[in-house]
């Protein structure tokens, strides 16, 4: 399985909003509902942002949303603020027990 | 609140084997498949393995698959990697994680693995 393809660096200035795409197969993002995104400060554990594609766990911020066409994901961040500066990875269900994480992006807040 | 701390890590020489612990605290531990996630100093994660919680089903990755060994303890809450064969691209932080349903919402603080001579 090979890594998904996202933008290895996104910004913004505060207030914006910013788009991270998330590009895979038919196999694997376009085969199944079930990309999550975590977001990642350096030294820290991954956070889960995004489940199932377009759900929100209990406290992440509704400024944090998920779509999917066909086989790209997406996580847009809407009113960008300084803590979002962090890198974020998509993630993928790809059948038999197997998943695939994206290559990362590395969001800056100008 | 739920609580995963990884324990094993270290400097191992390249062949040489290490065995991963991730211990939990305050969740039904046997209800959800646990994984097993690393990530490369200064790069990308890498899902690595999963188990199921009845611990019928392993999965691994391509990189590692005849190499490591996932497994369960449940009468100790624990969740075991053990790495053999390792190589200087083994090298990195590992993670255990569970969600629910087939994503990673809880994670440990990580273990660090060196592959060196």
């Known amino acids: 399985q090979s890594a998904l393809t996202q933008p290895a660096s996104v910004s913004g200035s505060p207030g914006q909003s910013i788009t991270i795409s998330c590009t895979g197969t038919s196999s694997d993002v376009g085969s199944y509902n079930l990309v999550s995104w975590y977001q990642q400060h350096p030294g820290k554990a991954p956070k889960l942002m995004i489940y199932e594609g377009t759900k929100r766990p209990s406290g992440v911020s509704n400024r944090f949303s998920g779509s999917k066409s066909v086989d790209t994901a997406s996580l847009t961040i809407s009113g960008l603020q300084a803590e979002d500066e962090a890198d974020y990875y998509c993630c993928t269900y790809a059948s038999s027990g197997i998943y695939v994480f994206g290559t990362g992006t590395k969001v800056t807040v100008l | 609140e739920v609580q995963l701390l990884e324990s094993g890590g270290g400097l191992v020489q390249p062949g040489g084997s290490l065995r991963l612990s991730c211990a939990d605290s305050?969740?039904?531990?046997?209800?959800?498949?646990m994984n097993w996630v690393r990530q490369t100093p200064g790069k990308g994660l890498e899902w690595v393995s999963t188990i199921s919680g009845r611990a019928d089903s392993t999965y691994y990755a391509d990189s590692v698959k005849g190499r490591f060994s996932i497994s369960r303890d449940k009468s100790k809450n624990t969740l075991f990697l053990q790495l053999n064969s390792l190589r200087a691209d083994d090298t990195a932080v590992y993670y255990c994680a569970y969600g629910d349903r087939r994503y990673f919402q809880h994670w440990g603080q990580g273990t660090l693995v060196t592959v060196s001579s």
């Open positions: 305050g969740f039904a531990f046997d209800l959800y498949a």
